[in-house]
Nanobody, 115 residues
Framework: QVQLVESGGGFVQAGGSLRLSCAAS????????VAWHRQAPGKQREMVAR???????DYLDSVKGRFAISRDIARNSAYLQMNGLTPNDTGVYYC?????????WGQGTQVTVSS
């Protein structure tokens, strides 16, 4: 069973920054992809950023230029750097990692952005 532990969420004012971390209990170098999703109150979960095995990245249009996804293979960790946060970025952020065809999720970390 793969464990994913997110951290780094919190309360921040609009325009601020946060860096989310996701620590995996298994080597992250062999994953098919690493992604961050978020779920705002009353809304469906949406993918915010994705890192492909080839090193490519995909971002939700609304976060392009503000968020950056990365991973540290040596630390078996993935990160989401979030800059220029707005109240629309408020939600629970989840780390998602796929080993082969099996997808794993962390427990989520709350991000709250005040105006």
């Amino acid at each position: 069973q793969v464990q994913l532990v997110e951290s780094g969420g919190g309360f921040v004012q609009a325009g601020g920054s946060l860096r989310l971390s996701c620590a995996a209990s298994k080597r992250i170098s062999i994953v098919n992809h690493v992604a961050w999703h978020r779920q705002a109150p009353g809304k469906q979960r949406e993918m915010v950023a994705r890192l492909t095995p080839g090193g490519g990245t995909d971002y939700l249009d609304s976060v392009k230029g503000r968020f950056a996804i990365s991973r540290d293979i040596a630390r078996n960790s993935a990160y989401l750097q979030m800059n220029g946060l707005t109240p629309n970025d408020t939600g629970v952020y989840y780390c998602n990692v796929a080993y082969g065809t099996v997808s794993h999720w962390g427990q989520g970390t709350q991000v709250t952005v005040s105006s």
